[in-house]
């Protein structure tokens, strides 16, 4: 029975996704509770929030609300399975609809003083879904644009104390490896608002992680980034 459980708990554990790191990271980054599913099916977990579940499996939010049917976001619940991949037996319509058209964000903005040490970059073993940018521990995060706070916790393993914004219903932006955070869900912020401080990463060095991700995929942020200029 020991033997059994022991196998069980293996089984239940996996590699995190996408870490938010470009240092070597410590035991506790390089794992991450797997997440129970089959074919596609995602199980809730406690302390699970819609948002955090897109984010992590790289769905649109709207997507995933759509896949499943579900109208009020908040009320998900431990133990309710959801679909990650769309419905197969829907069928198909001889017009498809488009999809919404792409709202994007007029101005956005540096989300913090810093050197850029990390670099965007999907092409390697470990993806690095974002930048990171130096700094010092405690010097203001803040909102790259105008939004709603989606995410601020730190229950995503390898981004840390964790903030997400939602500014458009095609974008949205990430900020990982925070010391303190200064907002909650469901708050309103406008860009510039100071949302967070810096903290660090495994490697014990001052880091901002930020991404920016459209349809719930990480994309390059300097581009859109440099419209500062």
Known sequence: MVLRALALAIVTVGLAGCAASWEQPDSRQRTQSK????????????GDTFYSIAFRHKIAQEDLAR???ISDVSRIYPGQKLRLTAPSSQPVKATP???????SVARWRWPTDGRLVGEFDLSQRVKQTGILISGQRGQPILAAAAGEVVYAGSGLKGYGKLVIIQHTPNFLSAYGHNAALLVN????VVSGQKI???GETAAQKPRLHFEIRRDGQPVDPMPFLRQQN
């Open 196 to 198: 967070a401080t810096m």
């Open 35 to 46: 997440v129970p599913s089959s074919r596609g099916v995602y199980v809730v977990q406690p």
């Open 185 to 188: 869900e469901g708050d309103q």
């Open 97 to 103: 609809q488009p999809r919404p058209p792409v709202v």
């Open 67 to 69: 896949w499943n049917r």
